[in-house]
């Protein structure tokens, strides 16, 4: 399945930059993370709860950059276990582009699934990738800007 969307964020495109590797700030707006450990250039390291459907699961994976272009582009790619439920793998193309107001980000992403977890049908995880997608960009949005990322 492939997502794509953008944001304009109102900040300069290295402040965009300096938060998409910080590792605070990617733990506070990738939806359910409990721990993001690790460092842009050495990968990360994430344990990332989330309930799909009747499906609960604990994903513990990794987190990697590459092709990264800064201040401009990278690839941000990562893959968890969940367990019985089976595992989830992904990534997304991420660029920035200065504009009037701001930096855009824009991005296309891509997701699979195995285990339990594909037997739930493409319409429920597609509908959850949105949603988680959607979730964590304006987490992100809010956060750059100087808001509460809980919000």
């Known amino acids: 399945m492939e997502l794509t ?5 109102s900040a300069d495109r290295a402040t965009v930059w300096k938060h998409l590797n910080d590792p605070e700030t990617l733990k506070a707006c990738i939806p359910g993370c409990e721990e993001l450990t690790g460092n842009a250039d050495e990968g990360f390291a994430a344990v990332v709860k ?6 609960k699961a604990t994903f513990k994976g990794a987190v990697t950059l590459s092709d990264v272009n800064a201040p401009e582009s990278y690839r941000i790619s990562g893959e968890g276990k969940g367990g019985v439920a089976g595992f989830a793998k ?4 991420v660029v920035l582009t200065e ?4 930096t855009e980000l824009s991005y296309v992403a891509d997701v699979s699934i ?12 597609d509908g959850v990738s949105r949603k988680l997608s959607d979730e964590f960009f304006d987490r992100f ?9 809980e919000t």
């Not at 969307?5 to 964020?9: F, L, V, Y």
């Not at 949005?141 to 990322?149: H, L, S, Y």
């Open 5 to 9: 969307g953008s944001r304009i964020i």
């Open 50 to 55: 989330q309930k799909i459907g009747p499906v």
């Open 90 to 93: 992904g990534g997304a193309n």
């Open 99 to 102: 504009v009037e107001g701001g």
């Open 114 to 125: 195995g285990g339990k977890l594909a037997q739930l049908g493409s319409r429920l995880i």
């Open 141 to 149: 949005k809010t956060r750059v800007e100087g808001g509460d990322a």
